[in-house]
């Protein structure tokens, strides 16, 4: 009677090893589709979604970033950070008031150089209630100023301004125009005699 336990046993065993050869052997994977899920071209970006950045420098927090989208490019060359979907920055004076805010619908971030491109309705409001509208603006880190060539349109609590070009500050508390054109409002006092 043990003798049949065992050959039974070894039947079972025997039969389920064939059955998983003849199932491992029916599946097949095209290495080529392997190659695109887990290559080297599958990890050369990360993404991350809904995405919150502090910047603060020597312990005080200067900005605070949102994004919808995060892709960060290591290998390209510059390597760079695209910010995508809908962006908003803040910026905070020392008692972390709010200076400005600026709201884009994309951004490219070189990291090596620390410049900044932003793109796609760019609105800016300041704590004067200021507000300026470009389709581009670019931040040169080592200048720390914002630059635009594009149109601007700026709305002011009693006066709408449009111009071309533009150079301001980071808390966008001062800012030049480059290339007024059209009526600029000028106090009395301010004009020569």
Known sequence: MIRRVFRSTYREQGFFLVLALFWF????????????????????EDRAREVTFLFSENGNTQARLYADEFVRQEKAQPPYVDLRGSLRMEVFDDSLGVESVLTAGYARYYEKQGNILIRDEVVVKNKKGEHLFTDELIYHRNRA???????????????IMYEDG????????????????????????????
Do not use: M
């Not at 000028?186 to 005699?193: G, H, N, Q």
């Open 25 to 44: 052997s029916s599946c097949q994977n095209d290495p080529d589709e392997i190659e695109a899920l887990v290559g080297p071209a599958a990890f050369q």
């Open 166 to 193: 533009l150079e301001a500050n980071e808390d966008f508390s001062w800012y030049e125009i480059l290339h007024p054109q059209g009526v600029v409002k000028v106090e009395k006092e301010s004009l020569p005699a």
């Open 145 to 159: 100023r914002f630059y635009t060539e594009k149109a601007v349109r700026i709305e002011t609590p009693d006066q």
